[in-house]
């Protein structure tokens, strides 16, 4: 008897299944609000503009078939509480009233609640 791995669109599967990285980036003109979908596999889930990475990651698991996917981000972190930022209109930068030491260089801040 002769057994071959084969993935669903019959490809023969020679090694263990490769990690792949999904990027899901959110661009707008104005302000963002209201809510997206991810689908996998037929299903769908529906998640709010601001949702954080822990919180996706437990929406994206209760997708059938879809495992236990390990959400993150590199510029969405936790909530910064205290500090504020100065923001003058046109100015190319912002001054923190405190050492924003939670971020480093390439991150995105969302300013607001």
Known sequence: MFLQLRDEFKNTISD???P????IETLADGPISGKFAVSFGGEE???????DPNQMQNIIRKLPKIGSPLVTSNSAKDKIIGKTISIVHSADTAIP???LTEVEPGDWLRIGD
């Open 20 to 23: 792949e990285t999904q990027i």
């Open 16 to 18: 263990r299944p490769t």
């Open 45 to 51: 889930v529906s998640l709010v503009y601001n949702v």
């Open 97 to 99: 009233s405190a050492q």
